[in-house]
């Protein structure tokens, strides 16, 4: 088993920046791909980020490009997402997840992962 711990979340100003931490343990080997996927109250998760295992491979929602950073430490297997000039629309728990998607094009599909940490809050004022 795979086991995933986030941390780093909390309230910030908008405009501001939180960097999310996800800590993998267990059996690493078992997955070629993690993400981080968001929920809002009210919506259903949606794909926020995806780096491949070697970090050659990254993708991002669109309304996230160019203030959000998803980077990994492979030696130490905690993943990363830097985020920069937050938005309120960007509120929700923030959950990392580990899999093996078939295809490039399958790592923002949330069905491709298998495990599933446990979320931290994200919060941005106005």
């Known amino acids: 088993q795979v086991q995933l711990v986030e941390s780093g979340g909390g309230l910030v100003q908008a405009g501001g920046s939180l960097r999310l931490s996800c800590a993998a343990s267990?059996?690493?080997?078992?997955?070629?791909?993690m993400g981080w996927f968001r929920q809002a109250p009210g919506k259903e998760r949606e794909f926020v980020a995806t780096?491949?295992?070697?970090?050659?491979?990254?993708d991002y929602l669109g309304s996230v490009k160019g203030r959000f950073t998803i980077s990994r430490d492979s030696a130490k297997n905690i993943m990363y997402l830097q985020m920069n000039s937050l938005k309120p629309e960007d509120t929700a728990v923030y959950y990392c997840?580990?899999?093996?998607?078939?295809?490039?094009?399958?790592?923002?599909?949330?069905?491709?992962?298998?495990?599933w940490g446990q979320g931290t809050q994200v919060t941005v004022s106005s």
């Open positions: 267990g059996r690493t080997f078992k997955y070629s791909a």
């Open positions: 780096i491949s295992w070697s970090g050659a491979i990254i």
């Open positions: 997840a580990a899999g093996s998607p078939l295809t490039p094009q399958a790592m923002g599909v949330m069905s491709e992962y298998d495990y």
